[in-house]
C-alpha cells in the first residue's frame, strides 16, 4: 500500500484546512488524507467522509505505526554501531521507552531487510526473531501465504517446538500421548484441514483444541460441541 504523507509546516493560512491547534506539540502537520490531518498530539478529520474512505486512513495510519517500529530499530542499529560513545545518551533523551526501543533495536538486528514481510506485521517478526534465519524464512512464509495472525503464528511456534521436543529454552518438552477412535470420515476432513494450513496432522489438532480450550477458558460460552 503506497502511504501518501506529505509533511507541510504550518505557517500562514491553508486552503480549505483547518488550522493546528495551540495544544499540539509540533508545529508540523502529516496529510494523511484530503480531509484528514495528523499533528503532534490529534487526527483532525476536517470534513464528512464515507466508511470506505475512514477505513483507508486507518490502513494507512497502521501501516505507519508498523513501519516507524522498523524505522526506529534501524536507527538505534545504526547509531549503536557509529555513535557507540553517545548512543545510550540519545536514547535516553527520546520520549520513547528505553526498553522497547530496545526490543525495536533487537528484532531490527536479528531479521535482516531482506527476510522482512511488507505483508506482515512488526509484530509477527518479533515472533521469529529468536530463531535461525533459516526458520525465520520458513515461518514467515507460512505466515504470509496463509494469512496468520500474529497470536496464530505464536499458537503454531508454540506447538512445534513441543512436537519437536524442545520447551523454547533447550530443554526436552513434556507431553502426554491421547488416543482417541474418530469415523474415517471425520480423520479426512481432519487431515484435509491440516493440509490447508501446512500442517502434520497431530500440530493441527492440538493448535485447534488448544484456540477452543483458550475460548473457553476465557469465558466464550458460546463455543459449543454438540452430537451431529
Known amino acids: 500500500m503506497s502511504l501518501e504523507s506529505v509533511m507541510s509546516h504550518s505557517t500562514g493560512t491553508a486552503t480549505g484546512m483547518e488550522q493546528p491547534s495551540n495544544t499540539c506539540t509540533h508545529d508540523s502537520l502529516i496529510k ?129 517446538r513441543e512436537t519437536s521436543g524442545e520447551a523454547g529454552d533447550g530443554r526436552p518438552a513434556k507431553g502426554v500421548v491421547i488416543q482417541v477412535n474418530v469415523p474415517t470420515s471425520e480423520e479426512e476432513r481432519w487431515l484435509e484441514a491440516a493440509r490447508r494450513m501446512d500442517r502434520p496432522l497431530d500440530e493441527w489438532m492440538i493448535i485447534t483444541l488448544s484456540r477452543v480450550a483458550d475460548a473457553l477458558l476465557r469465558g466464550k460460552n458460546e463455543i459449543t460441541v454438540q452430537p451431529k
Do not use: C, M
Not at 545518551?89 to 531482506?114: C, F, G, H, M, P
Open 32 to 160: 494523511i488524507d484530503e480531509k484528514a490531518v495528523a499533528h503532534g498530539n490529534s487526527l483532525r478529520i476536517l470534513a464528512p467522509i464515507p466508511f470506505t474512505r475512514w477505513k483507508k486512513i486507518g490502513d494507512q495510519l497502521s501501516a505507519l505505526a508498523n513501519a516507524s517500529a522498523w524505522w526506529l530499530g534501524d536507527w538505534l542499529v545504526y547509531g549503536e554501531a557509529r555513535y557507540p560513545e553517545r548512543y545510550k545518551q540519545a536514547v535516553k533523551e527520546t520520549t520513547l521507552d528505553y526498553q522497547t526501543l530496545r526490543n525495536y533495536a533487537w528484532i531490527s538486528r536479528k531479521i535482516d531487510k531482506s527476510r522482512r514481510r511488507v505483508t506482515l506485521s512488526f509484530q509477527h517478526h518479533a515472533e521469529v526473531a529468536s530463531l535461525p534465519e533459516d526458520e525465520q524464512e520458513e515461518w514467515l512464509d507460512r505466515a504470509e501465504k496463509f494469512s496468520w495472525s500474529r497470536n496464530l503464528l505464536r499458537q503454531y511456534l508454540r506447538v512445534h
